[in-house]
């Protein structure tokens, strides 16, 4: 085995293993927010994170980067948070309490439209110059739909690879899960990112990447 393969696999082994830790963190801080208080935080800084990595190619400490970006928007993060959790929320009880098939055939709609609207709010935070909550809606919402390919095949990775994992060990899941969702999620983003850069900013340009 030469020297380049084995520096190629160290930097394989290297990611997966901040795959890893980012999920351990995303846990960690989520715990210590009581869940509904650290979600969102957590999620922004990992997704952060993902950002500096996937888009900036740059790698800085996973576990003061995360820290950082957690306190960073703090907030705003967890606003947002909640609008999704309460849209979701009413959504699925809609799609189990109706009994009329085209009401719950609505509801599924609904459903995807909403996560593909929502899967890069935090990508958009880390990544654009949007300041307010409906600037950020409004760009993650214009990705997550305008460019409807990425979206359809990020959730098709994520939910096959969670249904592989979880026919081979729930610790995979565990360990890897939610860092996994996010590195599939700010991979994408960073593909949406880099088709769509504005050549000038003006009124009628909805945001711009950092």
């Known amino acids: 085995m030469t020297m ?4 190629k696999i160290n930097v394989y082994m290297t990611n997966v293993l901040i795959i890893a830790y980012l999920s351990f963190l995303w846990i960690l801080f989520t715990l210590l927010g009581l869940g509904l208080f650290g979600v969102g935080p957590a999620t922004y800084a990992m997704m952060a994170y993902y950002d500096k990595w996937l888009r900036l190619g740059e790698q800085p400490p996973v576990a003061r980067s995360f820290y950082t970006a957690f306190k960073e928007r ?100 565990i360990i890897w899960g939610v860092g996994f969702v996010g590195f599939v999620l700010g991979y994408a983003g960073k593909l949406i990112l880099k088709e769509y850069t504005p050549e000038k900013v003006d009124s009628d340009v909805m945001f711009e990447s950092r």
């Open 4 to 7: 380049e393969k084995i520096s």
């Open 74 to 173: 703090f907030r705003q993060s967890l606003l947002i948070s909640w609008l999704v959790i309460a849209v979701f929320t009413i959504v699925i009880i809609n799609l189990f309490t109706l009994s009329q098939w085209y009401f719950q055939v609505a509801n599924v709609l609904v459903f995807v439209i909403v996560l593909f609207a929502t899967s890069h709010i935090y990508t958009v935070m880390a990544a654009t110059t949007f300041k307010t909550i409906r600037e950020i809606l409004q760009g993650a919402a214009l990705i997550g739909l305008g460019y409807l390919h990425y979206s359809i095949l990020a959730w098709t990775i994520i939910i096959v690879a969670y249904m592989i994992a979880s026919m081979i060990s729930l610790a995979l899941l």
